[in-house]
């Protein structure tokens, strides 16, 4: 046995990391995943009746990804009970927690009570790996929601990131063609040296109708009723951004446009592989501050 972990809350990605875990020898206590048919006390995977008995056994904890969807209690798809953020502070337990996507006022607070409190969204390892299962996600989005095979679509892509990247990668080579926009000089000199189109986000109001499928990675709101008026009526629109995403929804909707807010796609769609990612994050994690002791 190698550790023990406290695995709170979360959707299947946390399901499934409770599995792995486990079967690396690990003891994995579970609070907040009741209705999961897939937690199941075998030795090495324990139900908890209480948070403070999960936080009294376990040296790791391992809150879910998102963190919260409130900022009042932890996200908890799989249980009929709340676990308040409140309740950990007032644990005071002097561990190591590690979570996804904790808003900087709540991982303050933690941080007075933890030994450590780790954003696990912010190691660039699972961000890189993340962008995999986000881009194959993004297909099945634009592919469930046209009439139109991607083969010959034109695709905007708005932003040049880790994210942008892999996503046009697995866009251009289904065959559609791939148009990316930047704000940076160097970015557009990157998209070009790709091989794809570019188009200066700062100057690409009158291009916006040559697009089948418009794709967001920018995490701040650029397009906005301006824009979106000069978009085709057919074009379909997807947000991969974090709110308050880079497209105006609500005007896209109200003017009849077909928007997806796609958002955690790696949890939904390949929940195993993301939760693979996550265990060998947390591994990462666990050898280097194991070498700063040393």
Request: with cysteine; glycine share 6%; aromatic share 6%.
């Amino acid at each position: 046995m190698k550790h023990k972990f406290l695995i709170l809350g979360g959707d299947l990605r946390s399901i499934r990391l409770a599995q792995i875990l486990s079967e690396d020898d690990n003891k994995v206590y579970s609070f907040g995943q009741e209705r999961s048919d897939e937690i199941i006390d075998n030795g090495m995977i324990e139900r908890c009746n209480s948070l403070k008995a999960g936080l009294d056994k376990a040296q790791i904890i391992v809150a879910p990804v998102p963190f919260s969807n409130n900022g009042e209690s932890i996200n908890t798809p799989f249980s009929d009970e709340k676990i308040m953020i409140e309740d950990l502070l007032k644990a005071n337990k002097n561990k190591l927690l590690i979570g996804g996507n904790i808003s900087e006022e709540i991982q303050k607070k933690l941080s007075e009570k933890y030994l450590d409190v780790i954003d696990i969204m912010k190691r660039e390892e699972l961000a890189i790996l993340n962008t995999i299962a986000t881009a194959e996600g993004t297909i099945e989005v634009a592919i469930s929601n046209t009439d139109k095979i991607l083969q010959g679509s034109r695709v905007l892509i708005l932003g040049f990131g880790r994210v942008a990247k892999i996503v046009a990668s697995k866009f251009s080579k289904l065959s559609a063609i791939v148009t990316c926009a930047a704000r940076k000089v160097s970015d557009l000199a990157w998209i070009k040296a790709y091989g794809y189109d570019s188009l200066d986000i700062h100057d690409m109001l009158y291009d916006l109708k040559d697009f089948d499928i418009i794709i967001n990675t920018v995490p701040q709101t650029i397009i906005h009723e301006k824009e979106l008026k000069h978009m085709d009526s057919d074009v379909l629109l997807i947000d991969l951004a974090s709110a308050p995403g880079g497209i105006d929804s609500k005007m896209a909707k109200n003017m009849g446009l077909k928007f997806v807010w796609a958002l955690a796609l790696p949890g939904k769609i390949a929940p195993s592989s993301s939760a693979k990612f996550i265990k060998e994050t947390i591994y990462n994690i666990l050898e280097e501050r194991s070498k700063k002791v040393e």
